[in-house]
T-cell receptor, first 115, second 115 residues
Framework: AQKVTQAQTEISVVEKEDVTLDCVYE???????LFWYKQPPSGELVFLIR??????QNEISGRYSWNFQKSTSSFNFTITASQVVDSAVYFC????????????FGPGTRLSVLP | EAGVTQFPSHSVIEKGQTVTLRCDPI?????LYWYRRVMGKEIKFLLH????????ESGMPNNRFLAERTGGTYSTLKVQPAELEDSGVYFC?????????????FGQGTRLTVV
């Protein structure tokens, strides 16, 4: 069975600090996709990144970076120099396909960035 | 371009009543998904439409839930009769069938409270 664990329920940091959100997944599939979504106070889920199981290269996008480690089944997300606008709930998700069918979501991590 | 739109944003109904949630996907998106997050739990997959056809409804909790997508455009999710445990946030997502490696776009969700 597939499962996604986000062990951190809530994290609080002060603005400009770096913060890492952990994600550990379980799957028996050899081909799968990992995602991160952000849920701001407005409620919608905002796509951040997709990574397929064959691509272990880490990725950086501005202040965001992702570390994919197949050996430990982890897909961690780091925000550098956090800002108040980063405050949101962040979900890690696992899917067998790119289209979002049968997403398995983690429970989410609520990040609060304090001024 | 308009994103995925869900109506209503909030709904409070009494146990035993009927509620219909609506989702308008991004124009041209053939894939439409329903997910829900009940209190304190993970976001769970409910079902997947490809155009007007139900591709996968393995996540539907019971026969009190009925999803339709007549004409392959917007979709409705009816809960009849509603029970207390149906309270939660219902998300809709859509994606394109014709574009490879695309992500699913989520709406802002409908918060359903059954009292």
């Amino acid at each position: 069975a597939q499962k996604v664990t986000q062990a951190q329920t809530e994290i609080s940091v002060v603005e400009k600090e770096d913060v890492t959100l952990d994600c550990v997944y379980e799957t028996r599939d050899t081909t799968y996709y990992l995602f991160w979504y952000k849920q701001p106070p407005s409620g919608e889920l905002v796509f951040l990144i997709r990574r397929n199981s064959f691509d272990e290269q880490n990725e950086i996008s501005g202040r965001y970076s992702w570390n994919f480690q197949k050996s430990t089944s982890s897909f961690n997300f780091t925000i550098t120099a956090s800002q108040v606008v980063d405050s949101a709930v962040y979900f890690c998700a696992l899917s067998r396909d790119n289209y979002g069918q049968n997403f398995v979501f983690g429970p989410g991590t609520r990040l609060s960035v304090l001024p | 371009e308009a994103g995925v739109t869900q109506f209503p944003s909030h709904s409070v109904i009494e146990k035993g009543q009927t509620v219909t949630l609506r989702c308008d996907p991004i124009s041209g998106h053939d894939n439409l998904y329903w997910y829900r997050r009940v209190m304190g739990k993970e976001i769970k997959f409910l079902l997947h439409f490809v155009k007007e056809s139900k591709q996968d409804e393995s996540g539907m909790p019971n026969n009190r839930f009925l999803a339709e997508r007549t004409g392959g455009t917007y979709s409705t999710l009816k809960v009849q009769p509603a029970e207390l445990e149906d309270s939660g946030v219902y998300f809709c997502a859509s994606s394109s069938q014709s574009v490879l490696n695309t992500e699913a776009f989520f709406g802002q969700g409908t918060r359903l409270t059954v009292v």
